[in-house]
């Protein structure tokens, strides 16, 4: 096993001239519960934008470090019933910390509860993306639990939007969808998207709260926050919940606070938290899941495939057109 780490690192939050690949020092003694992974590849979530431009200093990595997600093989255990059981196994993982090192590397350390287990059917390159499915799965397990029948999201257009459409298809669950563009709009009505509504449109959210009233909706995901966390929570139907989960926005949530004197709730959606608590057989079939339904439901339509070292050059692709282009890094051997 090579004793150094090379990986994607910033000097300066929020400024990404200074990016650099650094050789980090191993250390001899990984922490109780944290396993090392000899990576594979690596993909490109909106939260690392949020960190690699300043936001979200809690989650910023070891060695300010870069990325949240990949997959690769345990090659070795800091201890612990859990980390140990990893040890050989192909995996998905998030890092999520300070203790934590990032997945834009040939290497990286990382708590072994945000770590799981991929089957034979799936390979590397999919498994990169797996958290993104876990994610779905979490909010899909939220609908199931509160027995919701309809569904308001906005950011529909992007990966876990349109994902969120097939799954909810699938199962006989309505919902309603909200894009910031017109030609987004017609990129889900050409899938097959019954309720698409255009924010750029005067008077959408009337339509769409209309629509929550007819269709019952008491379930919602704000991918954006800002102005639209308060009208998400108005369309919903009481007794209603609103999940946050991203900021695509980079503004604070706001509502009105006469809104909040109703039968509704706004709560936060972390994934972290929740495969917390979940032990390792049932993550493992939560992937198994992902595996069988991958091609139906999480499919992802990667525009290109690049090496850390080419990084920076790429990023600019992704930041001026996030619809359909998600980046898959390469990023054993580096």
């Not at 990016?19 to 980090?24: Q, S």
């Not at 797996?130 to 990966?159: D, F, P, S, W």
Request: net charge positive; proline share 3%; with cysteine.
């Amino acid at each position: 096993m090579t004793d150094k780490l090379r990986a994607l690192t910033i000097d300066r939050y929020g400024d990404i001239n200074s990016m650099t690949v650094k050789e980090l020092k191993i250390p001899k003694d990984i922490p109780e519960n944290f396993v090392l992974i000899r990576n594979e590849f690596a993909s490109l979530h909106p939260a690392d934008e949020y960190i690699y431009m300043g936001n979200f200093s809690e989650l910023r990595l070891s060695h300010n470090t870069l990325g949240l997600n990949g997959s690769g093989t345990v090659i070795k255990s800091g201890g612990g019933v859990l980390a140990n059981s990893l040890l050989n196994k192909r995996v998905t993982f998030m890092t999520y910390g300070p203790n934590n090192t990032g997945s834009f590397a040939n290497i990286t350390i990382v708590d072994a509860n945000c770590v799981v287990p991929i089957p034979d059917s799936m390979n590397f390159e999919q498994a990169a993306g797996a958290i993104y499915a876990l994610t779905i799965e979490y909010m899909m397990n939220k609908i199931r639990k509160g027995n919701h029948r309809a569904v308001i999201q906005n950011v529909a257009c992007g990966y876990i939007g349109k994902a969120m459409i097939k799954y909810c298809t699938r199962n006989g669950i309505s919902i309603i969808n909200i894009v910031r563009r017109s030609n987004q709009a017609d990129l889900l009505r050409e899938m097959g998207c019954e309720y698409v509504f255009d924010s750029s449109e005067e008077g959408w959210e009337t339509k769409v709260s209309l629509l929550a009233k007819t269709l019952k909706a008491t379930i919602a995901f704000d991918g954006v926050a800002g102005e639209m966390t308060g009208i998400l929570y108005d369309c919903l139907c009481e007794p209603g919940v609103l999940y946050v989960y991203g900021l695509l926005s980079n503004q604070p949530c706001l509502i009105n606070p006469m809104s909040l004197i109703k039968e509704k709730k706004i709560k936060g959606l972390t994934l972290f938290g929740w495969l917390n608590k979940l032990s390792i057989l049932k993550k493992t079939k939560l992937v198994e899941k992902v595996a069988r339904l991958y091609d139906q439901v999480f499919f992802v339509n990667y525009c290109a495939t690049v090496d850390i070292n080419t990084f920076k050059d790429t990023l600019q692709c992704y930041r001026d057109r996030k619809t359909n282009s998600k980046i898959l890094l390469r990023t054993r051997g580096i």
